[in-house]
């Protein structure tokens, strides 16, 4: 891509991800826009004419962005000196297999609309749809592989591993329970919520087996997240 047409590609996603506060788009040119988007919300937070300059300068659209930069987003960062967006990767695109990922503004102000919050309940209900019980208190916390029965040794290994990854999910599902500030029987009913809607989205529209239709309904549970 040509150096002009690459600038204006990034002005215009720039433009959006500030206005819109999540898109979608390959992993590169993510990490393009995290640099970008995190010096408009810097010089947004100077707050001074030269920068409002700055950003006029360089972004479509001014009326609708300078006011976030300047307002919104300035008070929401007011007290964090970098790191305001969040990519996690979606996996490949269909067609040439490029790496996809979804980048996000942070909301400090209100966590549960992030889509990595949506990600998790995704994932605790689908855990909840394959185990047919309440998930988020045993999610939470995991039996120790020592308590476990193993044949071999090569069995003890790889339950110790399955251990530590489940330790590390409790530990991302606290992280978001008390950014949420969430309990634990909040967290298990807007579980409950989703299970319920993809129930009725099964009854209603597929004849497949439940696990069938919540792998092809959400082929990029869990997605890695940076």
Same mark, same amino acid.
């Given at each position: ?56 300068? #360089? %972004?479509?659209?001014?009326? /609708?962005?300078?006011? *976030?930069?300047?307002? @919104?987003?300035?008070?929401?960062? +007011?007290?964090? $000196? ?36 949506? #990600? %998790?309940?995704?994932?605790? /209900?689908?855990?909840? *749809?394959?185990?047919? @019980?309440?998930?988020?208190?045993? +999610?939470?916390? $995991? ?84």
């Amino acid at each position: 891509m040509k150096s002009a047409l690459r600038r204006q590609v990034l002005r215009n996603l720039t433009t959006d991800l500030i206005k819109y506060g999540r898109l979608e788009t390959t992993v590169p040119r993510a990490k393009e826009l995290r640099r970008l988007v995190d010096k408009m919300i810097t010089l947004g937070k100077r707050g001074g004419e030269h920068e409002r300059h700055q950003i006029e300068a #360089y %972004l479509y659209q001014p009326k /609708a962005v300078v006011p *976030l930069l300047m307002g @919104t987003y300035a008070k929401r960062f +007011a007290e964090r $000196p970098g790191g305001f967006t969040r990519i996690i990767n979606i996996g490949n695109r269909r067609g040439d297999h490029a790496p996809m990922a979804v980048i996000e503004i942070l909301n400090t102000e209100q966590p549960e609309t992030e889509v990595n919050f949506s #990600y %998790l309940v995704r994932s605790l /209900a689908s855990m909840q *749809l394959k185990e047919e @019980t309440k998930i988020v208190e045993m +999610a939470l916390k $995991p039996v120790p592989a020592e308590t476990q029965v193993f044949v071999d040794k090569r069995a003890f290994k790889k339950g110790l591993e399955e251990h530590q990854s489940k330790e590390k999910f409790a530990l991302k599902i606290r992280k978001a329970m008390k950014n949420a500030s969430l309990s634990t029987e909040q967290l298990q009913a807007i579980v409950d919520a989703d299970v319920a809607r993809t129930r009725m989205l099964h009854d209603k529209e597929s004849g497949k087996k439940i696990h069938r239709f919540v792998k092809d309904t959400w082929p990029e549970n869990t997605p890695a997240m940076e």
